[in-house]
């Protein structure tokens, strides 16, 4: 049963001004469109309890005492990994008996939810130090100097992998429609690499790396495809070009090459690919082609070509 509106104080309100007024419960109830029973009910509470506010109501006591919850909350907060079966035991121990729900709900309300958990770069103390110290370095960059920025990257997308987390409408009992599933191979299917680049003004050349890279491959890449993006992408004079800490980035063959074009590179600390703003153009790339759902490698490359070409700058 659909549970009715709540009345607001003023309404209420006028429905004893009314009352008091004279007027009968069915008058009072076609003047403000309002169930005669509703009505009956206001003006009876009223004389009872002399307001029209709501009054606390009853309820099924909590499971879990306060003392309780604050063991909890406290064990959670401690180690964020515990699970509901070991908080269900630890409270059991106490003399309390609970279901995992009862666990959820709780923890809910003290503002606890449980969630994945996010996946990051391990970091070392001087990892730490080196990003803190880019942070500082670049606190206070005009929005401009940042505009000026080509950002690079490598990532790996799967045929029949798992690109991106994929939700879909379907009915009851429709799960197994085409529609509605994502075909998967007992090996994967395989996966193709790729290089880009970006700046604000939109992405720059996406290429697929056919083979392993090394250095050599890498400079061939930036040869072929950094300057021609920076004339597309109609990049300011004395742009900076971003790329991380791979080996293959920062040996010396390929820092010489960079120098000996004139590129200013962007200082990048290491184990840092969560700073780089690409990462969220790899995320956006994967979930297109995933809902494209490529049943080849050749289509796989198609549409990745055609998905980035459609990015917006603005995204």
């Not at 003006?43 to 879990?64: E, M, V």
């Not at 309300?109 to 990051?120: D, N, T």
């Amino acid at each position: 049963m659909a549970k009715t509106k709540e009345l607001s104080k003023d309404t209420r309100n006028k429905i004893v001004d009314l009352h008091q007024a004279g007027k009968t419960e069915s008058a009072i109830g076609k003047q403000l469109g309002v169930k005669k029973s509703t009505v009956g009910a206001i003006i009876r509470k009223w004389k009872t309890y002399k307001t029209t506010d709501n009054l606390p109501r009853s309820g099924a006591p909590r499971k879990i005492s306060p003392r309780g919850v604050k063991m909890i909350t406290r064990t959670v907060s401690k180690n964020p990994r515990t699970t509901r079966g070991d908080l269900v035991n630890d409270l059991q121990r106490a003399g309390t008996k609970v279901t995992k729900a009862t666990i959820s709900n709780t923890l809910r309300r003290q503002g606890l939810k449980s969630c994945s958990a996010r996946r990051v770069p391990l970091l070392k103390p001087v990892h730490v130090r080196a990003r803190l110290k880019f942070a500082r370095e670049h606190l206070d960059d005009p929005e401009e100097d940042w505009e000026n920025v080509i950002w690079s990257d490598e990532t790996k997308i799967e045929l029949f992998g798992k690109n991106s987390t994929c939700r879909v409408w379907r009915r009851k009992n429709a799960e197994l429609h085409p529609k509605n599933t994502i075909p998967t191979v007992k090996h994967g299917g395989g996966n193709i690499m790729l290089w880009g680049c970006f700046s604000a003004k939109g992405p720059g050349r996406l290429i697929r790396v056919k083979e392993r890279m090394n250095g050599a491959m890498y400079r061939e890449i930036l040869s072929k495809n950094l300057l021609p993006s920076a004339r597309a992408l109609k990049m300011k004079r004395g742009w900076v070009f971003q790329h991380d800490h791979d080996p293959k980035h920062t040996a010396r063959p390929t820092k010489e090459w960079l120098r000996k074009k004139h590129f200013k590179v962007l200082e990048w600390p290491s184990q840092s690919p969560d700073l780089n703003p690409i990462e969220n153009l790899w995320r956006e790339l994967k979930i297109r082609v995933t809902q494209r759902q490529p049943q080849n490698i050749t289509a796989l490359e198609e549409i990745c070509m055609e998905e980035w070409a459609k990015l917006p700058a603005t995204l």
